[in-house]
């Protein structure tokens, strides 16, 4: 257990469902971040944010739209998406945006199959 | 550009050898260095880091690194490798104003009994 927490670990999900992946940390940690895991790719960043705003958004298509009500919470809604988008989707947070020196905590992940 | 590179895309050792893994980067600046390690179905945990000072650093599970600023390289070594290290290793370096990791591309190591 590292301390931030995604739910679900598993999501099936038809191209028409719409659906949402969350991440919780209470560690204090006010930066967290969305990460894009496919096989054979490189980690790919999605979205950024620190102290609930978003700063990063990495060229990501609308049908991933992300939401942070407060530090500690990080959702990805997810509607309309393509097979392609199957992945296992990441979260992570840091103390905040700018500790340089603090690498990032990662969740365990939800692995995403669309059908 | 910043960048990573991780030469080796997958690596076999035997149970006892000794490991090196390789890590080459691309920064203008001191750059924050970082190993990850993911198990299968798990998230990167982190094994350790470098941001200045003695430039040969421990980590856990009995892993080190050494930052070579001239080799523009953070190898990652373990003198005894055992069959629990069998995962994937991800350097990554802090860019930036903020330190944004960026990420290599990945080494999966395969440990032989």
């Known amino acids: 257990e590292t301390g931030v927490t995604q739910t679900p670990r598993h999501l099936v999900m038809g191209m028409t469902n719409k659906k949402s992946l969350k991440c919780e940390q209470h560690l204090g940690h006010n930066a967290m971040y969305w990460y894009k895991q496919s096989a054979k790719k490189p980690l790919e960043l999605m979205f950024v944010?620190?102290?609930?705003?978003?700063?990063e958004n990495n060229s990501v298509p609308s049908r991933f739209s992300p939401e942070c009500p407060n530090s500690s919470h990080l959702f990805l809604h997810l509607h309309t998406l393509q097979p392609e988008d199957s992945a296992l989707y990441l979260c992570?947070?840091?103390?905040?945006?700018?500790?340089?020196?603090?690498?990032?905590?990662f969740g365990s992940g939800t692995r995403l199959t669309v059908v | 550009a910043q960048s990573v590179t991780q030469p080796d895309i997958h690596i076999t050792v035997s149970e006892g050898a000794s490991l090196e893994l390789r890590c080459n980067y691309s920064?203008?600046?001191?750059?924050?260095l970082f190993w990850y390690v993911q198990s299968p179905g798990q998230g990167l945990q982190l094994l350790l880091k470098y941001f200045s000072g003695d430039t040969l650093v421990q980590g856990i599970k009995g892993f080190e690194a050494e930052f070579k600023r001239s080799q523009s390289s953070f190898n990652l070594r373990k003198p005894s490798v055992h069959w629990s290290d069998a995962a994937e290793y991800f350097c990554?370096?802090?860019?930036?104003?903020?330190?944004?990791?960026?990420f290599g591309q990945g080494t999966t190591l395969q440990v032989k009994p």
């Open positions: 992570a947070s840091r103390l905040g945006q700018d500790s340089r020196r603090d690498g990032y905590t």
């Open positions: 920064y203008g600046a001191t750059p924050y």
């Open positions: 990554a370096v802090g860019t930036g104003n903020t330190g944004k990791l960026i």
């Open positions: 944010y620190n102290f609930k705003e978003q700063t």
